[in-house]
């Protein structure tokens, strides 16, 4: 019973990881298409990038303690980069240079999507079928 607790928690934190991340490539295209001005977009975004970074520190962190090795090293190097972002400095948005910086903090967002986070999901997933299975 304590597995499928332990599932349940880092499924539903690796969703709201991905409806973080949502929420700020939605922001940076509403900003490219002029429905909200960069002072808006900015604050937004930056008002979840550090939340962001903490809960994928505490998910990294706890698929170390639970014994779930191979998505702990898969997210380790993603936590390593958020980690070099937050000591120099760069992870939050400029509102001055949020128009030169559009298309590399979108990159940035499909990279975290494509490689960070939805990969750990169907891993969870089969973590789940192989506990309900009983094998």
């Keep these: 019973m304590v597995t499928l607790w332990l599932w349940l928690f880092s499924f539903f934190f690796l969703l709201g990881l991905l409806c973080t ?8 295209v509403d900003l490219e ?11 937004r975004i930056n008002r ?32 390593c980069y958020n980690v070099r972002l937050y000591m120099e400095r760069r992870h939050l948005v400029d509102v001055t240079e949020i128009y030169n910086q559009l298309r590399w903090e979108k990159k940035t967002a499909v990279f975290k999507d494509r490689l960070c986070y939805s990969p750990s999901l169907p891993f969870s997933i089969l973590v789940a079928f192989k506990y309900f299975s009983g094998r």
Excluded: H, K, R
């Design 48 to 79: 979840v990038v550090l939340p962001e970074f903490i809960a994928q520190g505490a998910l990294c962190f706890f698929f170390l303690l639970t014994g779930n090795w191979p998505t702990f090293v898969f997210s380790l190097p993603y936590l």
């Design 21 to 28: 991340l949502a929420f700020q490539l939605m922001c940076l």
């Design 33 to 43: 298409y002029d429905y909200i001005n960069p002072y808006d977009s900015a604050s």
